[in-house]
């Protein structure tokens, strides 16, 4: 076991298991990588009593599980606090947890992030393994990979891809969050004010993702957002995203990306034609939070 009394359960390009890496890295904190193909080992009965839900990461600090992404970034700065991520006046650190709110839930930047992945790109995968397209075959690869949660919300992406409601429905998502982003980095450098912090660490990889699948058209007209993920491109703990990522996958996400593009594009003319889109913050998008 590492100095630090860590075990972290995660995949390659798990974004929330990505997250938690990010936050090793800033706070230079060592960990042993037991590391999950998702192929169904998460559903093993060890891993299991570690993380019922039967996903990834889950934390081990001195032999305790903490699951849940948001929830271990909090106990990481609870067990650690040097350096800080946490802001240190109260009206930032709820700020700092009211973007970390936007990304769990039905509704949240989490679900629009997978539908994303898996239409565009991880359906590919699917299919392969179910050796067909049609429902019957495909429907048992994605139960098999699945657990029954992802399965309700995914498998419109895997049956359909980008032409699915899901993903419309993840497109019109991000243009709402990428029009609050704009509004609140125009008047800040870093999503909860002045300094880097833990909010900042929980869309890191969202951002990566995005990118790699070619979704930067939501923020190639935004400066605030472009100067920000620029910023935190250019810290050390990328790398905690970027280099756990098989090059295979990356393959897959750039390449299914390129060959959606156009049609992405489409739908995004349509979203800024038809509803006031980033541009005017969409008509139905919430305040930005503070």
Known sequence: MTKDGLILYHHNSSVCAAKIRVALAEKALDFDSRLLRLDGDQFHPEYLALNPNAVV????HRGRAV???NIILEYLE????TPPLRPADPHSRAGARQWMAML???GGIHHAAS?????I???HHLIARAGSTDRGPLQAA???SMNPKSRSWLQDAVFRGIESAAFREALFRFDRLFADLEARLASASWLAGEAYSIADVAFTPYLIRLDLLGLDHFWQACPAIRDWYAQLRERDSVAAVLSWYDPENIELLTTRGRAAAG?????LAEIDGGSGGLSSGGPNAPAPSA
């Open 115 to 119: 539908v994303a992945t898996y239409a």
């Open 104 to 106: 769990d839930g039905d």
């Open 263 to 267: 049609r992405v594009k489409e739908m």
């Open 142 to 144: 994605i139960k098999s």
């Open 121 to 123: 790109a991880y359906r």
């Open 67 to 69: 699951i849940e992404s």
């Open 57 to 60: 990461p889950t934390l081990v």
């Open 78 to 81: 609870d067990a650690f606090p």
